[in-house]
Nanobody, 127 residues
């Protein structure tokens, strides 16, 4: 199983980025997917999650209204559109596939409940 996150970069405050998470070796459509991030000196933070059929999404309050999670099951790929980026969004962003088959909001925020992880992509936002 491989999850390959990409699309990060160095941008200015107010700019946008689109992250991708390409997967292989798993039946992508069977997995709830999520994005997490880790800022320098901080713990890993939940960002967003999307249900298997993309009917449900869930966001951290810090990104709600600015970030949009989506997926294309035909392409085995998940996306995260990052708009109105701020310096506090600077972090390594990780994609992950949940080990749970159900959509349970409290569980979506828990990193240890995700079974597979990508390597991360760096997002740096300058002021």
């Amino acid at each position: 199983v491989q999850l390959q996150a990409s699309g990060g970069g160095l941008v200015q405050a107010g700019d946008s980025l689109r992250l991708s998470c390409a997967t292989s070796g798993l039946t992508f459509s069977n997995f709830v997917m999520g994005w997490f991030r880790r800022a320098p000196g901080k713990e890993q933070e939940f960002v967003a999650a999307i249900s298997r059929g993309a009917y449900n999404t869930y966001y951290a309050d810090t990104v709600k209204g600015r970030f949009t999670i989506s997926r294309d099951n035909a392409k085995n790929t998940m996306y995260l559109q990052l708009n109105t980026l701020q310096p506090e969004d600077t972090a390594v962003f990780y994609c992950a596939a949940s080990g749970l088959g159900t959509w349970h909001l409290a569980s979506l925020r828990v990193p240890r409940l995700y079974r597979y992880w990508g390597q991360g992509t760096q997002v740096t936002v300058s002021s």
